[in-house]
């Protein structure tokens, strides 16, 4: 199982990114996909999630509106659009698989990838 996520890197406050997640090694159309990031110092947080058709996605307060998870099943792809990127959205962010759905707690993910590194300066 594996899950590689990447697209991270140094942008200013009010850009964009995207960031994708190429799964490979299990059943990716029958998982719940979520993005979570983590600070230092801070516990993983619940950034996104899409259900493992794609037809719900759950957004956190801070991200709701500036945020969009998608998938495509047919290249085991997610992807996380940022937009209007402020300081705050600074940490690693993580792709995870959710065999029961597309929890916003991270102890209910099944597989996680080793994160990609978003820094937004002011």
């Known amino acids: 199982v594996q899950l590689q996520a990447f697209g991270g890197g140094l942008v200013q406050a009010g850009d964009s990114l995207r960031l994708s997640c190429v799964a490979s090694?299990?059943?990716?159309?029958?998982?719940?996909m979520g993005w979570f990031r983590q600070t230092n110092g801070k516990e993983r947080e619940f950034v996104a999630a899409?259900?493992?058709?794609?037809?719900?996605?759950y957004y956190s307060d801070s991200v709701k509106g500036r945020f969009t998870i998608s998938r495509d099943n047919a290249r085991k792809t997610v992807y996380l659009q940022m937009n209007s990127l402020e300081p705050e959205d600074t940490g690693v962010y993580y792709c995870a698989a959710d065999r029961r759905g597309s929890s916003c707690h991270p102890h209910e993910y099944d597989y996680w990838g080793q994160g990609t590194l978003v820094t937004v300066s002011s």
């Open positions: 090694g299990f059943a990716f159309s029958d998982y719940g």
């Open positions: 899409v259900t493992w058709s794609g037809g719900s996605t």
